[in-house]
C-alpha cells in the first residue's frame, strides 16, 4: 500500500517568516496530493490541493509544488501569521479506491 | 459548500455499552463516507470505507463486528462502537467524498469518545 513520509515533525517559526512541509510517497500510481490543516480538536480542514497533472498551485499565502519523478509534494506558506499554527497532514490517494494515506504530521507553531 | 457533520461531538459511556456516530453531508451528496480513528498527537487512521447502499470495506485489523457501519443513503452514514471498552477512546472522523467529484475529501469536526 502506499506510504506517506512528513517531515518535519515539528517546526517553529517567527511571525512573518516562511514555512514548508515536505512529504515522500511510495505508490507511483498517487494522483491526488491534498494538505489538510487540523486545530485542537477539530476536524481536518482541506486547505489545498493538487493533482498529478501540474507541478504547482498557488491560492494567496499557501502553495504546493509536486515533483512525480521525485515522488514528492511540499506545503509553503509565506508571511505566516499566529493562526497559521496548527497540525499539518498531507496525504496521498491513488484513482482505484480513493482512499487517503496520510503523513504522520507536523506541529507547526508561528512565534508572535 | 461541501460541509459535513458530526453528532454527538462528544460522548461519555460505561465499558459494555453501545454508541452510534452519525456522520451527515449537509449540502452535497456523498457516494463514499471514510471513517478514521486518531488518538492524541498521532495521525489519522482510517478505519473503513463506506458505500451507500453496500457493506462497509473495513482496513486490515479493524473489527467489522465491533464497529458497525451503516451507510442508508447519500448524505448519511453511521458508526455504531459496540460493546465499548476503555481502549476505544478516541477521537473518531468521518469524511465525504463529493458525488461526481475527483478525490475531494471533506472532513467533520470529530466525535471525542470517551468510555469509562
Known amino acids: 500500500g502506499e506510504n506517506v513520509e512528513q517531515h518535519p515533525s515539528t517546526l517553529s517559526v517567527q511571525e512573518g517568516d516562511s514555512a514548508v512541509i515536505k512529504c515522500t510517497y511510495s505508490?507511483?500510481?498517487?494522483?491526488?496530493f491534498p494538505w489538510y490543516k487540523q486545530e485542537l480538536g477539530k476536524g481536518p480542514q482541506l486547505i489545498i490541493d493538487?493533482?498529478?497533472?501540474?507541478g504547482e498551485k498557488k491560492d494567496q499565502r499557501i502553495a504546493v509544488t509536486l515533483n512525480k519523478t521525485a515522488k514528492h509534494f511540499s506545503l509553503h506558506i509565506t508571511e505566516t501569521q499566529p493562526e497559521d499554527s496548527a497540525v499539518y497532514f498531507c496525504?496521498?490517494?491513488?484513482?482505484?479506491?480513493?482512499?487517503?494515506?496520510f503523513g504522520a504530521g507536523t506541529t507547526v507553531t508561528v512565534r508572535a | 459548500g461541501a460541509v459535513v457533520s458530526q453528532h454527538p461531538s462528544w460522548v461519555i459511556c460505561k465499558s459494555g455499552t453501545s454508541v452510534k456516530i452519525e456522520c451527515r453531508s449537509l449540502?452535497?451528496?456523498?457516494?463514499?463516507m471514510f471513517w478514521y480513528r486518531q488518538f492524541p498527537k498521532q495521525s489519522l487512521m482510517l478505519m473503513a470505507t463506506?458505500?451507500?447502499?453496500?457493506?462497509?470495506?473495513?482496513e486490515q485489523g479493524v473489527e467489522k463486528d465491533k464497529f458497525l457501519i451503516n451507510h442508508a443513503s447519500l448524505t448519511l452514514s453511521t458508526l455504531t462502537v459496540t460493546s465499548a471498552h476503555p481502549e476505544d477512546s478516541s477521537f473518531y472522523i468521518c469524511?465525504?467524498?463529493?458525488?461526481?467529484?475527483?478525490?475531494?475529501?471533506?472532513f467533520g469536526p470529530g466525535t471525542r469518545l470517551t468510555v469509562l
Open positions: 496525504a496521498a490517494s491513488t484513482p482505484n479506491d480513493y482512499k487517503l494515506s
Open positions: 493538487i493533482r498529478s497533472n501540474v
Open positions: 463506506s458505500n451507500e447502499g453496500s457493506k462497509a470495506t473495513y
Open positions: 469524511s465525504a467524498r463529493v458525488l461526481g467529484s475527483y478525490n475531494e475529501q471533506f
Open positions: 449540502d452535497f451528496q456523498a457516494t463514499t
Open positions: 505508490d507511483s500510481a498517487s494522483n491526488y
